[in-house]
C-alpha cells in the first residue's frame, strides 16, 4: 500500500507563485516517478509534470518555462514551485505516483489552487 499526503496550495492573485508538497509513505519501492495533475472543473485531469528517482523530469507544454518540479528521495517527497501563475492554472492538483514518468498507480488527497485575475 502506497500513501501519498500533500500539502501547500490555496488562493494566488495571477503572476504570483505557489509551492505544492508531496511525501509518500508505504511500499513504494517500485514507483520510480513522481509528479502532479491537475483537474479543472469540468475538464479531465491531465498530466502537469513528474520527475524520476534519478531526476528526470517531464513537463506538459503549458507547465514548461513556469512550473519547477523537484524530489527529495532522501524524505520521499516531491515540490512542484509554480510562477507566474495564471487564472487558467486553477485546478485541484493531485500528486501521483507510479513505475515511471506519466504512468500514475497512487494518487494523493487533492489540494485546491486558485489563481484570481
Known amino acids: 500500500q502506497v500513501q501519498l499526503v500533500q500539502s501547500g496550495g490555496g488562493l494566488v492573485q495571477a503572476g504570483g507563485s505557489l509551492r505544492l508538497s508531496c511525501t509518500a509513505s508505504?511500499?513504494?519501492?517500485?514507483?520510480?516517478?513522481m509528479g502532479w495533475y491537475r483537474q479543472a472543473p469540468g475538464k479531465q485531469r491531465e498530466f502537469v509534470a513528474d520527475?524520476?528517482?534519478?531526476?528526470?523530469?517531464v513537463y506538459a507544454d503549458s507547465a514548461k518555462g513556469r512550473f519547477t518540479i523537484s524530489r527529495d528521495n532522501a524524505k520521499k517527497t516531491v515540490y512542484l514551485q509554480m510562477n507566474s501563475l495564471k487564472p487558467e492554472d486553477t485546478a485541484v492538483y493531485y500528486c501521483?505516483?507510479?513505475?515511471?514518468?506519466?504512468?500514475?498507480?497512487?494518487w494523493g488527497q487533492g489540494t485546491q489552487v486558485t489563481v484570481s485575475s
Open positions: 501521483a505516483t507510479g513505475p515511471t514518468n506519466m504512468r500514475p498507480a497512487y
Open positions: 520527475i524520476t528517482r534519478a531526476g528526470n523530469a
Open positions: 508505504g511500499n513504494i519501492l517500485s514507483m520510480n516517478a
